[in-house]
């Protein structure tokens, strides 16, 4: 089963940090592009973060760069959001996302999400 699972989130104050995990399963992680989305309430989805297959090429929001931090593990299967300096701003549910190959197609995969509240 092609599956997507977030952990790590939580309640963290204004100036803190968290890490995020997304655990991969079903399909051939070391193939696949790897993304990290957002979506705070009333507001659209929008792309925070993406990795490469092999890890080397990385981009970011401009509204995190230089704070967050996109890792990933081809040998485990997992991808990370390292989220420092956090902001209220920041509060929202955050989503693992990716497109692998299953069979003939590409399909879109969402994690269940992992909410993120930065509040004081």
């Known amino acids: 089963q092609v599956q997507l699972v977030e952990s790590g989130g939580g309640l963290v104050q204004p100036g803190g940090s968290l890490r995020l995990s997304c655990a991969a399963s079903?399909?051939?992680?070391?193939?696949?592009?790897m993304s990290w989305y957002r979506q705070a309430p009333g507001k659209d989805r929008e792309l925070v973060a993406g990795i490469s297959s092999d890890g080397g090429s990385t981009n970011y929001a401009d509204s995190v760069k230089g704070r967050y931090t996109i890792s990933r593990d081809n040998a485990k299967n997992m991808v990370y959001l390292q989220m420092n300096s956090l902001k209220p701003e920041d509060t929202a549910v955050y989503l693992c996302?990716?497109?692998?190959?299953?069979?003939?197609?590409?399909?879109?995969?969402w994690g269940q999400g992992t909410q993120v509240t930065v509040s004081s």
């Open positions: 996302y990716s497109r692998p190959r299953v069979g003939t197609w590409f399909i879109p995969v």
């Open positions: 079903g399909f051939t992680f070391s193939d696949v592009r």
